[in-house]
Structure formats: structure tokens, C-alpha cells
């Protein structure tokens, strides 16, 4: 089981930034991907950016060059550095991990089964 908890969303302007966390607890493979998604009101959940055990990382073409996805093994946490925020950044954003090959690391949430509860972010124009 691992446990997750996001922290660091807030309210901004338009160019500004942001710094999530996201602080893991329990026990996960050897091999594993962890991941930042976000739901907007009436959309549908998204990836934003996924790291794998390997600390390979991939984009949303959306966040690319703005965000970066990292990893702090040392303190379990898993952090999303988004400067340059938009308005259509404005969503719920979630944590997420699993223990799979990192070639399954990115292309469907649905994969992954440990959530965090979730931050939220507002970009203002």
C-alpha cells in the first residue's frame, strides 16, 4: 500500500508560479511510476507529467518547457515545479503511483491506483 499527500496548489496570476509536493509513504516496487494529473470542472482527468524509477520524465505537450516533474528519493517526494501558469491550467491536481515498467508510465491514468487527495490551482488572467 503507499499512501500520498499533495500539498502546494494555490491561487496565482497569469505568469506566475507554483511548487507542488507530493509526500509518499509505504511500500512500492523497485520499479515504479509516479505521476501529476489534473481535472478541471467538466473535463476529463489529464496527464500532465510522469517520472519513472529510471528518473525518465515525459509531458503533456500542453506543460512542456513550463513544468518540470521531479523526485527527491531521499524524502519520498515527488514534486511539479509549473511556471509560466495560464488560466487553463485551473484545476484539481493529483498525485499518483503504481508499481509498473516504466514504459507504462505514461499514456492512461486509469493504470494507476494510488491517488492523492488532491490541490488545487487557480490561474487568474
Known amino acids: 500500500q503507499v499512501q500520498l499527500v499533495d500539498s502546494g496548489g494555490g491561487s496565482v496570476q497569469s505568469g506566475g508560479s507554483l511548487r507542488l509536493s507530493c509526500a509518499a509513504s509505504g511500500y512500492i516496487d523497485s520499479s515504479y511510476c509516479m505521476g501529476w494529473f489534473r481535472q478541471a470542472p467538466g473535463k476529463e482527468r489529464e496527464e500532465v507529467a510522469t517520472?519513472?524509477?529510471?528518473?525518465?520524465?515525459r509531458y503533456a505537450g500542453s506543460v512542456k518547457g513550463r513544468f518540470t516533474i521531479s523526485q527527491d528519493n531521499a524524502k519520498n517526494t515527488l514534486y511539479l515545479q509549473m511556471n509560466s501558469l495560464k488560466p487553463e491550467d485551473t484545476a484539481m491536481y493529483y498525485c499518483?503511483?503504481?508499481?509498473?515498467?516504466?514504459?507504462?508510465?505514461?499514456?492512461?491514468?486509469?493504470?494507476?491506483?494510488?491517488w492523492g487527495q488532491g490541490t488545487q490551482v487557480t490561474v487568474s488572467s
Open positions: 499518483a503511483a503504481d508499481s509498473f515498467p516504466p514504459a507504462f508510465c505514461s499514456g492512461s491514468w486509469q493504470r494507476y491506483n494510488y
Open positions: 517520472i519513472d524509477s529510471d528518473n525518465n520524465a
